[in-house]
């Protein structure tokens, strides 16, 4: 992998001499489309050279009393935060219902991470997700914190959100995302028990990868938290412009990227958070212009964890 | 309102197919100007497609000593606050003055919460603000924790706030707004009781709805979060930009879905931060844009309140 | 001035009718160009409609061992932050000396509250602040909390400042600011016992006003928390360019309203921070933008409150 | 200095009152092209008017358990923060990596601030900076807190460090840089005994300088926290459009002074940091923007430290 990156910076900066201030993004397309042989083995096995996994988490109706929200976290003691509840609850009423028109509008499927409670809670929104060509991932059997549960607790925790989603949408969930991306000592392990094929709870590449587990490949796909609602919407305190644009220039840079190296663009939605007007509003923009590039597809995380799998070609740790 | 999402989704996807990369937004409402046959429906008894519900609360010179402002959290016990207070005195010296000029030259009513201490300090100009055509609604006596009071203490408290706005400015008040939208298990009751027709303490939809409160109907016409000064300016610290491109973004999208299905969109401000020069500033521009779409209306939260109570087609939970 | 704020708003809003969708502020402005009989009236004595008053805060270089700074807020006792030292260094070695080039250039006079300790720390600056134009003003002796103080304590406190600022640069200072803004009950009493013509610790209007203070007129030249450096740039975390287009947004407002109205923008540097590369940028690009109104003046707050003073028509509470 | 500065002022505001409206930037540039005689003097001794230089902080891998990361900062004690690792893990998998391809891509060379244990971590990616023709600096043996150590300790500690870069990659590290900044009082009379020619961790001049250590010239090349990814992007929360355009600004001022006076822009990205697409997206956009000036030099720390050392007009303190 070096050899090939030294290779390829040698030859754009020998082209750099030569032409010097135009737009280096338009520069380096150019020189690889022209010099770059290797250009097949850098594509994925569907023929992309960049990828784009969207995420719309489905949890809200199942958060437990007196959740995190934007309102003032100073409730006394014994008391409902009644506002914070009906945000909450704009995430089944609103916010995955426009989202889902949202992704039919542009063509586009998505992995949906259910919390096992919430799609207890609005059973018939979670089968509308799978009715509509969405993947059913699993993401816990509630917001307990994960990282902390025995080995028994834990396998009965995730065995027990899989089932329910499996109950009510008809979908395997085959993926998993652990409350907060944080899985303890033994998760990897029970999810290749279970039958999983991959994970998401890791931020260290801009690709995915295979991993060992119980001597068997696992697929890793990561996550995002630079492109991920409520770290940019409610953590970070971005406005939608701010999480638009910085997103664009992530793809920027990944297109550029998938030249010469297979690249995978991960976004983030939470009911509640991406699925508000304002965010949708930005998220068809921002996704009408990835869709204006050549090479790029969108593809859902169960696809994703597959190709790599088969990919001989694939990131090994 | 499944199937007609679906069908819609249906007729814009083939449209997809045909005229590929124009702005998705043009792309929808040009489909639906045609395909749409249920319009009529869609609309609010009005014949407004879109809503819009302005916010201007009246607090300030009602607030405790020392309230939250701006200044450094750390005053010593047993002093005084008093550049905080100036800070809030702004509120009733430039900011109402200021907004009640701008809502005359843009032509908009609004609907005015205003806590009843504060009206007791300023009379003559929460008389003003009803002479110039805007709804008085209440907003409690003062500021103290609704949520812990017993039904009695309630009920008084929300009564004095209604007496002392009637009193004062004419006005019956008959929408509700508690502090930090956190109403008590009781407030509803209380409400229905006292003759109120609507509150605005819930962010779970958007548009309007109602709710059986002691076997009767009461109207929910719901508050926001995501276009609320004191949210975005004070609370996220957002710049005035962020604040504008974020509730124009709004707008936008709700727009566009006011095609097919009624909408409102919701705006807050407050007296002390909402009336400032480079806040009423983006006001004006952001009024402007949105009074150049035909089918949108601005509309008093009491208007709201009424259509929604009469119209057989509302939401109901 | 309600009347007349009335007439106004009546003459706008039926050319309203008349020219619908022109940019808001044109409109206000021409239409008010033609009607106005009464401008002379909303005019500063020097003839100006809007006042600009920039601060220079000298501060740097006074302040006490780890003060608070951009750095993470966890020393361990008994060391110094010797890197927040060098940052507060920055104010005297480069940010003072920036900005006195930048007003220079902008053909700008500006008023500098400076603390006692720091014109100590750096007389020579502090001198060239006043032989370059610019008005010395106090701003207490040292960073101590002033509220606290006894009336004989804080007598003292005043008066030293004051003297240090006028044995090191000649310039008897008639202005006074408290220590983020915060002053006590004796503090007016004792300005106007030592003769001080005007403080700035109020943010409750957009222009200045005549207080009674020991049965002597006394006047207050509002200073700001909107358009701040240290508020916006290290309280609220703004990027410069939030920081430029949300002053600018108040520049235009304002500007709107003088023609009808008195009106005074206060902008506030702080020698660490306004004094950046960055934030001079934005300055000179602000000015430049400003200085191109008609009517617009740029004055020391010694003029505005001489102005204030004397001017029979100057608002009183 | 002062001299100069006053003279320079007098010519351009004497050219203000002939060329009024016309951008600032513009006209001072212009002014002097043509006026200023004693060019020369300001230069760099490599004949720059401004220099740039970068750090590309080299530490991911070398740190504690748990170190702050974006992940809430709430885990109970015993467990390990699995995803905030991975989060680490970036720096050295993608971070490091992508920035050695931008560099080359843009022609430019950095500096790189290691942590010693991070070097032991990743030997091949320490040494490929080197290989590419990067400056190895020094950054501490590990992540402790170094300003607590006594001289023992901390000359163990700063020695341990370099010795492992030097055996590592070869090169020699002249350059210190302590933990966020904070040396304590023997930190630079230890690097002066270890033979180091330079610190940067003072933030107070915007242009390098020459301080007396042990009766021996020491130089100081300034860091930025205003320039500085770590700083706003974790730290203020900052977009990458508002990291860009603010040091986009810092240059364009810095590049207009640097026409009567020797100048310095600092710009630093740490791996886990800066080395993210869509950061690396903005640094290509704002470093062709910056080579696209004329007298503008992009330099290694080292090298700036020598030139500074050697040169008789260097500014002492």
Redesign the interface.
Known sequence: M?DT?RD??KK??ML?LAGA?S???KL?STSEEINMKNKEQTKWLDGSRLIVSISMQFEAGGQPVNSES???QN??KG?????AE??Y??GY??GI??ML?NW????VKVTSHMVGSAVLKNPSLAK?IVQRGHEAAAHGMNWD?Q??MSYDQEKKFIKDGADAIKNITGFSPVGYNAN??????NTLKILQELGFLYHI??????EPFIIDVNTKDFAVV?YT??CNDI?LIE?????????F???K??????FV?SQHKRRMLSISFHDRIGG???I???T??LI?YI??HHGVSFRRKDEIAKMTLEDKTSVRE
């Open positions: 070096m990156r390829f910076i754009s900066s750099g201030l737009p280096i993004e380096i934007p309102f003032p409730m006394q008391y409902v935060d009644l506002p009906t945000w609850n704009y009423k609103e219902p426009r028109d039919d509008r542009l063509g509308e914190t990282y902390m907060w991306l944080r899985r303890g000592e709870d890791d931020v260290s590449r801009d990561p938290i630079r770290v953590g970070k305190q971005f406005s939608v412009d701010q999480f644009n910085q997103v220039r992530e793809f920027d840079q990944l990227e508000t007007p304002q949708v509003n930005a068809s923009e009408t869709k204006n």
